[in-house]
């Protein structure tokens, strides 16, 4: 059975940086995409940043320059590494992970995954 468990939310100050990780078990052969998606107050869902089995990395405009993607297959971890935050960056953080080649974009919004985490909460504060 498959479990992607996030860690690493947090409150910080507008400007801070935070990382939050994404440890994934139970799962044989290589995840097609990974990604992560974020949900603020009041707001739909929408993707922050993915990276797809051949290592394409894409970032939502929002992030660009900020957020960094990685993972560490060795450890089964996908990060998100958090730079100069800002209060819309508040939200809970989800990561994601699919096995099927879809055919869509790893970023894209509509874009279904099997596997969620249960999310972690970050929020910056002015």
């Known amino acids: 059975q498959v479990h992607l468990v996030e860690s690493g939310g947090g409150s910080v100050q507008a400007g801070g940086s935070l990382r939050v990780s994404c440890a994934h078990s139970?799962?044989?052969?290589?995840?097609?995409?990974m990604a992560w998606f974020r949900q603020g107050p009041e707001r739909e869902r929408e993707p922050v940043a993915s990276?797809?089995?051949?290592?394409?990395?894409v970032y939502a405009d929002s992030v660009k320059g900020r957020f960094t993607i990685s993972k560490d297959d060795a450890k089964k971890v996908l990060y998100l590494q958090m730079n100069s935050l800002q209060t819309e960056d508040t939200a809970m953080y989800y990561c994601?992970?699919?096995?099927?080649?879809?055919?869509?974009?790893?970023?894209?919004?509509?874009?279904?995954?099997?596997?969620w985490g249960q999310g972690t909460q970050v929020t910056v504060s002015s």
């Open positions: 994601a992970a699919d096995r099927v080649h879809r055919g869509v974009a790893c970023i894209s919004r509509n874009r279904q995954y099997d596997f």
């Open positions: 990276i797809s089995r051949t290592g394409s990395i």
């Open positions: 139970g799962s044989t052969g290589t995840w097609n995409c």
